[in-house]
């Protein structure tokens, strides 16, 4: 098989994907958002997989908003729990992209993506992908959506966590995202 057939076995079958619903400042999450926007926008070609190497070298997985494709390590697999995770983070990109916002926070942007992991990790009951103080934050809201089963995450709680992403050296620069669902320049047309 594969990684796109993998791929989608997995958003179709993963359960702890239906964990994944919540609301985040303006941002509002839901498991269909993986199960079938992503998934029909993967089987599609609308969003491609490429296995030439994520953004960074300490990340499994990117996703590229002006090319509409993940990145993936060259050995990423998603029966991997720590993979997983860094799909699930990325996929949340992918969400807030299709859905064609416009220009937007890029640290809200983060902070969606980060919490999105951290609900699928620990409704997976697995340890957070790193000790950075943002994944620590994401952790702790996740914990107390899934105990009490309450989707909204308090203000506080949503500015507590896009606070750490803007101080974050990696995101200082990334004050603003676009979302764009699919409009791509000549250029990244053809380059894609």
Do not use: C
Not at 13 to 23: A, K, R, S
Not at 29 to 38: E, G, N, Q, R
Request: charged share 20%; net charge positive.
């Amino acid at each position: 098989m594969t990684i796109k057939h993998d791929i989608l076995v997995f958003l179709l079958t993963n359960l702890n994907i239906q964990q994944l619903n919540f609301e985040f400042l303006r941002y509002k999450i839901f498991p269909k958002d993986y199960s079938s926007s992503l998934y029909l926008a993967l089987q599609s070609d609308n969003i491609l997989i490429r296995t030439k190497g994520a953004a960074g070298p300490s990340a499994g997985a990117s996703y590229d908003p002006s090319y509409d494709s993940f990145e993936l390590r060259p050995n990423f697999s998603i029966s991997n729990w720590r993979d997983q995770g860094f799909f699930i983070h990325e996929s949340t990109h992918a969400i807030v992209d299709m859905r064609n916002i416009g220009p937007h926070s890029g640290h809200e942007d983060e902070a969606v993506a980060y919490l999105a992991e951290a609900i699928f990790l620990e409704s997976s009951k697995k340890s957070p992908l790193g000790n950075q103080s943002i994944r620590m934050i994401s952790h702790n809201i996740a914990k107390g959506i899934l105990s009490s089963r309450q989707i909204k995450v308090s203000d506080a709680d949503a500015k507590k966590l896009v606070s750490e992403v803007a101080q974050h050296p990696m995101y200082q620069s990334t004050a603003l995202y676009n979302s764009n669902r699919f409009k791509r320049n000549l250029i990244h047309r053809l380059l894609r």
